[in-house]
């Protein structure tokens, strides 16, 4: 298990940078709420994001890893290629192709402005000039990353986000006189923290990861290559934006608020699955795909039970005290200026059901990226788009409109979705699902409704909400530690250090 073993650093690593990434992400939307408030100005800046966001998606954004690494594991088997050359040929491409795509979106930035019914023409131009360039750098940094990611190197990529969030929050306060200066100045910091962290820091990382630049004719073969592989990708609704989505769409025809409700449980649930499920995927991504290329199948099937194990129990736990102290939380986080006690119910019922959608969004970035080490990427799309579709028509179907019932029935099918891609993978024909990780997965389950069921029943009740939060956590966390060491798991092990 000495690759395991090596995971843990990179682990490591990227959790800490998607938690400080988390923390000035969460921090950036504090400061545009203070300086901006609800305005025409902030509308005009989620307008300004909505073609640039496509074009995200378009590149297969953060999907770029998971497409790229596989076909280089391949390359350097084979070494029927230089992996240099080759890199570089598939990376001066594609580059050339999103700046022009970006370029074409910028000549046009008034017409779509017009299409968007856009009330303020000339601040939607300025906004959406810099913006829609920093897609090109977030794409162009997404291919050196993945050649880091491929070489096990994970701390320039590390610090991206860090950075762009960071100078975001800079550029915002430095024009922050009125509100259509601080969301022109979030565009300007979006602009240089990707061009900083997502190009010239990343320069530096593929050097230090042995590129050699050099100028290599961009060849067809190769860029036709990438997007067949990443083609489903970029076709598919990822399953971790589909509940988002379809809760957007369906929850504007309910009344105010229903929407940012959801908006405002669903961020904070998902800082577990951001912060630590994530980065598991990310950083065990290439070792899985090494694992798999070199056919050491036995290894690779107990690193991705291992993984799953650890995640469910964790996210247990995090659901666990998510949907305990759901009041208490959002009373901390949220509960000043305009968001009442009132809002503070009607989002924490929310955040209830939200909470309980950890597991499964955790699980998926293991599940999701075990299939693509495979090269099956269809499948995962494919159980998506079924997927999307009945939760749509089960919406549709709804005798009750309300905010809670569409909450239950989009993370019923999030749980469906998960459960049903966990039970069909398969590596060299063996189920990854066998009896020992069933035992895990019911033993967490167990313990988390035993926990549940007593400190409902107990009703502590401090009257401190901080107070309450650290107790209940603290009861939660020594629970499900005293349950496992009890009753052994088989894929996680609490060893003792002397």
């Known amino acids: 298990m000495q690759e395991y073993k090596k995971l843990i650093g990179p682990i490591s690593i990227i959790s800490i940078a998607y938690l400080s990434s988390r923390i000035l992400g969460f921090l950036r939307e504090v400061?545009?709420?203070?300086?901006?408030?609800?305005?025409?100005?902030?509308?005009?800046?989620?307008?300004?994001?909505?073609?640039?966001?496509?074009?995200?998606?378009?590149?297969?954004?953060?999907?770029l890893a998971i497409t790229l690494i596989p076909i280089l594991s391949d390359i350097k088997k084979k070494g029927s290629e230089n992996l240099n050359d080759y890199f570089l040929s598939l990376l001066f491409g594609l580059s050339i192709i999103f700046i022009f795509i970006s370029t074409v979106f910028f000549l046009f930035k008034n017409e779509i402005g017009l299409i968007l019914e856009v009330q303020n023409q000339a601040l939607f131009s300025r906004l959406f000039s810099p913006i829609v360039f920093s897609q090109a750098f977030f794409f162009i940094g997404a291919i050196l990353m993945s050649y880091q990611y491929f070489h096990n190197d994970f701390k320039y990529p590390a610090l991206a986000p860090v950075i762009y969030n960071f100078s975001i929050i800079l550029f915002g306060w430095l024009n922050s006189s009125t509100p259509e200066s601080t969301v022109y100045g979030f565009a300007v910091g979006g602009f240089v923290g990707s061009v900083i962290g997502h190009f010239f820091i990343q320069l530096i990382g593929v050097k230090k990861s042995g590129l050699t630049f050099k100028f290599v004719r961009p060849k067809i073969k190769y860029i036709k290559e990438y997007l067949t592989v990443s083609l489903p990708l970029i076709l598919g609704q990822s399953i971790a934006v589909m509940?988002?989505?379809?809760?957007?769409?369906?929850?504007?025809?309910?009344?105010?608020?229903?929407?940012?409700?959801f908006r405002y449980a669903r961020r904070i649930v998902l800082l577990p699955v951001g912060i630590v499920a994530q980065a598991v995927g990310v950083a065990s991504y290439p070792t899985l795909s090494k694992l798999f290329v070199d056919k050491k199948f036995e290894e690779l099937k107990k690193i991705i039970r291992i993984h799953l194990s650890s995640l469910f129990?964790?996210?247990?736990?995090?659901?666990?005290?998510?949907?305990i102290n759901s009041q208490e939380i959002i009373s901390i986080v949220y509960e000043r200026g305009r968001f009442s006690s009132n809002d503070v119910v009607r989002v924490s019922s929310i955040m209830q059901i939200v909470a309980l959608g950890v597991v499964p969004w955790s699980i998926n970035q293991i599940v999701n990226r075990s299939y693509?080490?495979?090269?099956?990427?269809?499948f995962p799309v494919s159980i998506g788009t079924l997927g999307?579709?009945?939760?749509?028509?089960?919406?549709?179907?709804?005798?009750?409109?309300?905010?809670?019932n569409y909450s239950i029935i989009i993370i019923s099918f999030l749980w469906a979705y998960s459960a049903f891609m966990l039970f069909s993978?398969?590596?060299?024909?063996?189920?990854?699902?066998?009896?020992?990780l069933v035992y895990d997965i019911l033993l967490s389950l167990l313990?988390?409704?035993?926990?549940?069921v007593l400190l409902i029943n107990l009703d502590l009740n401090f009257e401190n909400t901080i107070f309450n939060l650290i107790i209940n956590s603290i009861i939660v966390i020594i629970s499900f530690l005293v349950s496992t060491s009890i009753i052994r798991m088989n894929y996680v092990e609490f060893k003792r250090r002397k």
């Open 425 to 436: 993978l398969k590596i060299e024909g063996e189920s990854i699902l066998n009896k020992d």
């Open 372 to 378: 693509y080490i495979q090269k099956r990427y269809w």
């Open 388 to 404: 999307t579709v009945a939760t749509t028509l089960a919406l549709l179907g709804s005798n009750n409109a309300s905010e809670i």
């Open 447 to 452: 313990v988390s409704i035993i926990i549940y």
């Open 243 to 261: 509940d988002e989505q379809l809760f957007r769409i369906f929850g504007s025809f309910l009344g105010a608020g229903t929407v940012a409700s």
């Open 313 to 323: 129990l964790f996210n247990a736990v995090m659901a666990l005290i998510l949907v």
């Open 31 to 63: 400061l545009l709420a203070k300086w901006t408030g609800v305005s025409s100005a902030s509308d005009t800046l989620d307008l300004a994001f909505i073609i640039p966001d496509f074009l995200f998606y378009l590149s297969a954004g953060g999907y």
